[in-house]
């Protein structure tokens, strides 16, 4: 193990590899600061560029894009109350009543330093926990591992859908675009209407920046945005408005610790997220303060609680990636993809085969934490300028990037126009409110959840009984039964309340 | 009377494909329905088919959220599809025309017209974006990651 330890040391911690988690965290920082962009976004546009540098350097960068653009989210939700990534809108309720009280900096800072200490303490978590987990999933068989992917699906289902079925059926058509190419046990032709380019299926990143970039290029085009206009800032007299005092700090180191703990829960389930977690770690905050009444009006906690769990969720997201090959969230499926384009396989298997690899990616992981509290400094200060930013100025170097990251990595023009063909689909998707990331996350698993189930059944001689005579199978089985009707209770329930 | 006509229509649709990919599809382009190959896609089909036939009838019984619902989308203006219809058609000229004008002419061409169709009246800062992006990308793409981009066959005869 200490052996392990030291060459992952000795691969990880390099002067390059510290530029590429510096760079994924500036980058995401600024990218997540612009309302409009998201981190998603940010690593779907990154990966085409990191085809060809080291796993290490560019799975650490992407994570940094990760972690930099949920703190960036932060930066318009406190100047402008316009958050820039969905999960700061909970940072806005405090964050934005502060910089009208000429607090900007004080706000900016204490979210900076939630938001690390949230990613530390989920980082040491995703250290200590994935090796048993993955030890544990080694012992899971085909019928297991089916039924394991079965029930992430099913949780996964309900992320972004407007209602459960959709959210099923999202996940359904995602595992039928993954049947197109070679069969992945005789290799026989599916779906490829005699092309040679759908030979290998449908390209990952191309469908993947078509759902994610182009799609939400068009949904804001059609929504109509409105141009963010910082105003001017608030100036005040007070020297420390723009820095958080120790004793500031330390009033809200148990709030930190609270949600990061609840961040790292929500991250490590699939499905749940960092809005959800955001919003659970400030409502925590709000019901043990011994002043609530405080909330909403520009209380330091309620910034410092929604960004520790936010970012909390980050490390502990590549859990079930890394031990099970399942991403909890959207932005992991993201970073799932730039696993397997960089000959990774993300599951139980990984840690046995590419210890020094994932061990030398914790690594840097922790210590990209640190580089959070320095590099988005200076953006703090641009943050006007860098919120600001219009749109229309944007917009057409993003859809330009689209067509040649779709390119980039295969060097194959039949993916741009995938990438087109789906950046449609993805606009479509979220205007009948079906959910592109429950496809997108199913497109990833569905060969896996497919040879799986054809594993155990040619093991039990085309018996389906294997998945529920194996107790473990059942097991996954019962709670994917049990995940929809809690969702259809939990619907009616709050239908009712309505 | 139908509640809700987006998720209607949406159900219908979506199990009419479904159809077609077991009777035609499938049997055609991946093998016969009993078939190992066959197993998931058939699966999965039936299962998707099941789901749409559950989200007409939800659809014929409940209305839909009247904030976000079909009727939300109505209201979409007419100058902005027009405004998608553009990209779009954009978008699909820039991944057609890759390969024969090349990664230079095409991205400036797409750029500049994706840049009026957003608004953008003034020049110079059209182009020294566009050109800009082209250079970095060429830069980054073309020299860094020796990741040739495509030339295009009308630029390789032109030249040649």
Redo the contacts between chains.
């Keep these: 193990m200490l052996e392990t330890l030291a060459v992952a040391a000795s691969q990880a911690l390099t002067l390059t590899n510290f530029f590429g988690a510096a760079l994924g965290i500036f980058l995401g920082s600024l990218l997540g600061a612009i309302p409009g962009l998201n981190g998603t976004m940010a690593i779907a546009l990154l990966i085409p560029?990191t085809?060809?540098w080291s796993p290490l350097f560019a799975i650490a960068m992407l994570v940094g894009c990760w972690k930099g653009s949920v703190y960036g989210g932060s930066i318009s939700a406190v100047l402008l109350n316009a958050p820039g990534t969905p999960e700061a809108a909970a940072t806005a309720l405090d964050g934005y009543p502060l910089t009208k009280q000429g607090k900007a900096g004080k706000a900016l800072k204490m979210a900076l330093y939630a938001s690390v200490i949230g990613a530390v303490f989920s980082d040491a978590l995703l250290m200590v926990a994935s090796p048993p987990i993955a030890a544990l999933a080694l012992m899971f068989g085909p019928a297991e591992l089916a039924m394991l992917i079965l029930f992430a699906l099913v949780v996964v289902a309900d992320t972004g859908a407007?209602s459960q079925?959709?959210g099923?059926?999202s996940t359904?058509?995602g595992?039928?675009l993954a049947?197109v190419g070679l069969?992945p046990?005789?290799t026989?032709?599916?779906?490829?209407?005699g092309s040679i380019d759908l030979d290998a299926g449908i390209g990952l990143l191309a469908m993947l920046i078509g759902l994610l970039v182009?799609s939400e290029?068009?949904v804001q085009?059609?929504e109509?945005w409105k141009e963010a206009h910082a105003e001017a800032m608030v100036k005040s007299d007070d020297p420390n408005a723009s820095r958080v005092t120790w004793p500031e700090l330390k009033g809200c180191l148990g709030t930190i610790f609270r949600s990061s703990i609840l961040g790292s829960f929500c991250g490590a389930l699939p499905g749940v997220g960092s809005i959800t977690a955001a919003f659970m770690g400030y409502d925590q905050a709000r019901r043990l303060s011994k002043h609530p009444e405080r909330f909403g009006k520009g209380e330091l906690q309620g910034v410092a609680a929604p960004e520790a769990a936010n970012n909390a969720v980050c490390g502990a997201g590549l859990i079930p990636l890394v031990t099970l090959g399942i991403p909890g969230a959207l932005s992991a499926a993201v970073i799932m993809g730039a696993f397997m384009i960089h000959g990774l396989a993300p599951g139980p298997m990984l840690m046995v085969e590419h210890p020094e690899t994932i061990y030398g990616l914790f690594m840097l992981l922790i210590l990209s934490d640190f580089f959070m509290l320095i590099i988005p400094l200076p953006l703090m200060k641009a943050g006007q300028w860098v919120v600001s930013v219009p749109?229309?100025?944007l917009?057409?170097?993003i859809?330009?990037?689209c067509?040649?990251g779709a390119?980039?990595t295969h060097?194959n023009?039949f993916d741009?126009?995938v990438?087109?063909f789906f950046?449609?689909v993805g606009?479509l998707m979220k205007?009948?409110?079906l959910s592109p990331a429950a496809l997108l996350i199913a497109f990833i698993l569905?060969p896996m959840?497919?040879v799986y189930?054809?594993q155990a059944?040619k093991i039990s001689g085309g018996d389906p009984s294997i998945f529920v005579t194996k107790p473990l199978a059942a097991l996954f089985l019962a709670l994917s039964l049990g995940a929809i009707v809690w969702t259809v209770l939990r619907n009616r329930r709050s239908k009712k309340t309505a | 009377m139908i509640q809700n006509r987006m998720d209607f229509k949406l159900g219908i649709g979506l199990a009419v494909f479904c159809i077609f990919l077991l009777v035609y599809l499938i049997p055609k382009h991946v093998g016969p329905l009993n078939e190992a190959d066959a197993l998931m896609p058939t699966l999965v089909t039936g299962f998707v088919l099941l789901l749409s036939l559950l989200l007409a009838v939800q659809a014929i019984r409940r209305p839909g959220d009247k904030q976000h619902g079909a009727e939300s989308h109505s209201g979409t203006k007419g100058s902005r599809w027009y405004t998608i219809a553009l990209v779009v058609v954009i978008m699909s000229a820039y991944a057609w025309l890759l390969d024969i004008t090349g990664f230079v002419l095409t991205s400036l061409g797409a750029m500049v017209a994706l840049f009026l169709v957003f608004g953008v009246k003034r020049w110079l800062p059209i182009l020294a974006i566009s050109l800009g992006t082209l250079g970095g990308l060429y830069l980054c793409f073309d020299i860094m990651l020796g990741a040739p981009l495509p030339v295009g066959t009308l630029v390789e005869t032109f030249l040649e």
Excluded at chain 1, 188 to 193: A, E, G, I, K, L
């Design positions: 560029v085809y060809t407007k079925l959709k099923l059926i359904a058509l595992m039928l049947t069969d046990i005789t026989q032709q599916r779906f490829t209407f182009m290029v068009l085009m059609e109509g749109r229309a100025y917009f057409p170097v859809l330009a990037l067509v040649i390119f980039g060097q023009l741009v126009k990438m087109v950046g449609v606009y205007k009948w409110e569905g959840a497919e189930l054809r059944l």
